[in-house]
């Protein structure tokens, strides 16, 4: 099994590989999170495990990542760690001229001739953000209550009481019952 484990390497050097199967680990930690402007994971440790398959004019790479990641949950702000878990299907080709529909379902990267390396780093990065769920909220605890933040929870029941009340204060009923007008 190699390890591509530099800090900053997240590729494969499928230049020199031979045919066959290879098997890769990459560690992906804050670093690598920083790497991307605008990232809504602020910090994470995920594990990605790869089995290569080099055959011929194109390679596919089978990956299964894991880990928890860092983001801020939709109900309260606070930042939490959500667990990750990914795993898919990504067939580099050698001639640069492969589709989609070549390989069914999987995902294509066309390299150019006179590469060598095939960077993961965007792949990675991506299947981490898809495998988050739509809402991110903290987990409950045992007892099935939210873990987020009591404060800004009181806050947000706060806001939706008031803002119930004056909807019932402001509705076209009580206006007409104010007035006499509606009737029972």
Known sequence: ???????????????SLPQ??????????????????GSEISEGHVSVHVDAEKAGSFMTLAFDMEGDVKVSCDRCLDEFF??????GVLTVSFTGDAEEDDFSEDEVINMQSGDTEVDLAQYIYESICLSLPMQ??????EQGRSTCNKDMLAKLQALQEEAQRARSENSLWSKLSANGTATK
């Open 20 to 37: 066959g199967k290879h098997s890769f680990r990459f560690e992906v930690s804050d670093a690598f999170f920083r790497r991307f402007e």
């Open 1 to 15: 099994m190699s390890t591509a484990n530099n800090q900053y390497s997240y590729g494969i050097a499928y230049g």
């Open 136 to 141: 991110r909220l903290h987990p409950n605890d």
């Open 82 to 87: 959500a667990p990750v878990a990914f795993e």
